[in-house]
């Protein structure tokens, strides 16, 4: 089992930035991928980045350029940080880690980010 506490949403004006924060704690040697996604009201929820154990990165269209996610290892924290926010991306973001099948996965309680414009 793996838990993961997220932390940093909030309300900031289009523009802004935010970082946001993902701890985990368990079962933290199963974790091979971290990663955020976000949902809005009435979508369903989609991938923003992913980071590996090693460091690759992969991020949506949507935010790259704008969007950094990055892992410190030793802290088991995953964060995020937003730049340069647009209204289009307020939603609740959660945190997500898996192992390297892919066969476990584990979802954070989310965090709302809140873009005005």
């Known amino acids: 089992q793996v838990q993961l506490v997220e932390s940093g949403g909030g309300l900031v004006q289009a523009g802004g930035s935010l970082r946001l924060s993902c701890a985990a704690s368990g079962s933290i040697f199963s974790i091979y991928t971290m990663g955020w996604y976000r949902q809005a009201p009435g979508n369903e929820r989609e991938l923003v980045a992913t980071i590996t154990r090693g460091g690759s990165t992969h991020y949506a269209y949507s935010v790259k350029g704008r969007f950094t996610i990055s892992r410190d290892n030793a802290n088991n924290t995953v964060y995020l940080q937003m730049n340069s926010l647009k209204p289009e991306d307020t939603a609740v973001y959660y945190c997500?880690?898996?192992?390297?099948?892919?066969?476990?996965?584990?979802w954070g309680q989310g965090t709302q980010v809140t873009v005005s414009s």
């Open positions: 997500r880690s898996s192992t390297a099948s892919g066969q476990y996965s584990y």
